[in-house]
C-alpha cells in the first residue's frame, strides 16, 4: 500500500485548481439512468469513486467513456440490460445505493445491494426506501439485497417528509419523482450545493423541479426526460480543504474557481480563527492574519451549516491555536478517527462521544499515521504540513477516492510532499 510523507517546510504561496465535485459526480452519473438520451459530464474528477460508479452503471449495461484525461464522462444508457446492482461493487461505495431510485423511475424495478457498514457510522439507507414507498414502490429486503418493484404504471406522485435531513436519500427521492406520475413534494429535504447542481441537470434533461436549495422541493413528473451537457460544480470539500493548507502553515494561496458561496459557514470559522479569505475573478485567496490561530468553536451541521466532511481538516488546524477549541460531529457517530492520530504526532485532544476538546500547542511533531476514512486521511497530511520533522501517512487508498493529485497540488505551492510506492 502506498504511503504519502510529508516535511513541515513553512509558508506556502501559489495557486492550487479545485476539481469537479466528488458528491455532485456521484449523483450526476446514475442520473443517465433516467434517460435514454446521452449525458455528458465536463468538469469531472478523477478518482477512484468516480471509476467504482462507472463500473456499476457498465454492469448495468450502460456506456461510460472517460475523456479529455478524465475530465469528460460521456454516458448513454440506451440498453440498460440488467438491473441489479452487484454487491461486489456497491460493498466498495455506498453512493453505488443512487442507481436505486433511477432504475425504478424508468422500469419499474431494480434489485440493489445494501450498502454494509462504514468507518465513520452506521448509515442505514431507511429514508432511501421510505421515500421511494411514498412513490408506490413495493420493497423487499432479501438476502442483503433490496428488491424493488414500481406498481403498474410506474411511480406514483406523493408526499415524502424526511424525519432527519438525508443527501443520498433527497438525490435518490428527488431522481424517482423526476418520472414520477403527478407531484411530489419533498419536505425536509437536504440543501447541499450537489443537490442543486443535480436538480440543474436534470432540468437541462426536461425535468420539472423547483425548490431545490430549500427545505422543500416540488417535483411535476414527466414521461420521459432528455439528453443533455452538464458542468459538474466545483469540490466545496476539496476546496475548503487546501483553504486549510495556507492557514496551518502560514503564506498566500489562491484556490482557482472557488466560490465563498459554496462554503460559508466554513469561512466564518476561518475569520474568527483569524484567517483572511478573500475573492478574487480566479478564486478565492487565503492568507493567515496572525501568527498563531485562535481557537474557535465548531458544531456540523447540515448545508448551509459547517459541514461534515470538512471537520477532521479543521481539527488539525485547531491542534496548534492558541486557546481550547470544542468540535461537535452532529452528523455521523463515529467521525473522530484521526483524533488518536493526530495525539501520536503530539495534539492534545479528549473526545467524549460527539464532542472532541482541542487543546492547542505550540507546533506538532512528524511521526508515522494511518489513514482511517477519506477526511480523516487528508487532515493527517494537512498536520504534516506544518509539523517538525517527517511525517508518514500510510493507507492512503482513502485519499485516492476524493483528492486527485494531492502531492503535485501541495508541491506546486511549495510543500514537501511525496507518494511512495507501496511493497
Ligand atoms: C453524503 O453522504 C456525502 N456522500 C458524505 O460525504 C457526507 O458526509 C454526507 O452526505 C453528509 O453531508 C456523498 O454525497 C456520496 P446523509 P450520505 O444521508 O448521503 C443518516 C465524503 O467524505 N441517515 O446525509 O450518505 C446517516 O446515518 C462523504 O465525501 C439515516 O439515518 O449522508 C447520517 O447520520 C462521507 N438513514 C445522516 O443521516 C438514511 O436512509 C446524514 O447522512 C440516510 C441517512
Do not use: W
Not at 293 to 322: H, N
Not at 379 to 408: C, F, K, M, P, Q
Request: proline share 4%; glycine share 10%.
Amino acid at each position: 500500500m502506498d504511503s504519502i510523507i510529508v516535511t513541515g517546510n513553512g509558508p506556502l504561496s501559489g495557486q492550487i485548481p479545485i476539481a469537479g465535485a466528488k458528491n455532485a459526480c456521484l449523483t450526476l452519473m446514475p442520473a443517465t439512468l433516467l434517460s435514454e438520451e446521452p449525458l455528458t459530464l465536463t468538469n469531472a474528477p478523477r478518482l477512484s469513486d468516480i471509476r467504482t460508479m462507472t463500473t456499476l452503471l457498465q454492469s448495468l449495461g450502460a456506456e461510460v467513456q472517460s475523456l479529455q484525461d478524465g475530465q469528460v464522462l460521456a454516458m448513454s444508457s440506451h440498453d440498460i440490460n440488467n438491473h441489479t446492482a452487484d454487491y461486489d461493487i456497491v460493498r466498495k461505495m455506498r453512493a453505488s445505493i443512487l442507481v436505486l431510485g433511477p432504475m425504478l423511475a424508468r422500469d419499474g424495478h431494480a434489485v440493489v445491494s445494501l450498502p454494509g457498514g462504514c468507518a465513520i457510522g452506521a448509515r442505514p439507507v431507511d429514508l432511501h426506501l421510505r421515500a421511494l414507498e411514498a412513490m408506490g414502490a413495493e420493497l423487499d429486503l432479501r438476502d442483503g439485497y433490496v428488491h424493488a418493484k414500481a406498481p403498474s404504471g410506474g411511480l406514483r406522485g406523493g408526499t415524502v417528509d424526511f424525519p432527519l435531513v438525508s443527501v443520498g436519500a433527497t438525490e435518490n427521492a428527488l431522481m424517482a419523482a423526476t418520472l414520477a406520475k403527478g407531484t411530489t413534494v419533498i419536505k425536509n429535504a437536504a440543501r447541499e450545493p450537489e443537490i442543486v447542481d443535480l436538480a440543474d441537470c436534470l432540468r437541462r434533461m426536461g425535468a420539472q423541479i423547483e425548490g431545490d436549495g430549500s427545505p422543500t422541493i416540488t417535483v411535476q413528473g414527466v414521461d420521459r426526460l432528455g439528453g443533455a451537457t452538464h458542468r459538474v460544480v466545483t469540490d466545496r470539500i476539496e476546496l475548503g480543504t487546501y483553504m486549510l493548507a495556507p492557514a496551518i502553515c502560514g503564506g498566500e494561496v489562491t484556490l482557482l474557481g472557488g466560490r465563498i458561496d459554496l462554503v460559508g459557514a466554513f469561512c466564518e470559522k476561518l475569520d474568527a480563527a483569524g484567517i483572511s479569505v478573500t475573492e478574487t475573478p480566479e478564486g478565492l485567496t487565503v492568507s493567515r492574519k496572525t501568527d498563531r490561530t485562535k481557537a474557535v468553536d465548531v458544531t456540523t451541521e447540515p448545508f448551509p451549516g459547517f459541514p461534515t466532511d470538512l471537520q477532521a481538516q479543521m481539527m488539525a488546524l485547531l491542534c496548534t491555536a492558541d486557546g481550547t477549541s470544542v468540535l461537535e460531529e452532529k452528523i455521523f457517530e463515529n467521525r473522530f478517527m484521526h483524533a488518536p492520530e493526530l495525539m501520536r504526532m503530539g495534539a492534545r485532544i479528549d473526545v467524549h462521544g460527539g464532542h472532541a476538546r482541542v487543546t492547542g500547542v505550540e507546533k506538532l511533531k512528524g511521526a508515522p499515521v494511518m489513514a482511517t476514512d477519506l477526511r480523516a486521511s487528508v487532515s493527517l497530511i494537512l498536520a504534516g504540513l506544518a509539523a517538525e520533522g517527517e511525517t508518514v501517512v500510510n493507507r492512503v487508498y482513502h485519499l485516492d477516492r476524493g483528492y486527485e493529485h494531492v502531492v503535485r497540488k501541495l508541491s506546486g505551492v511549495g510543500a514537501k510532499i511525496e507518494r511512495v510506492k507501496g511493497q
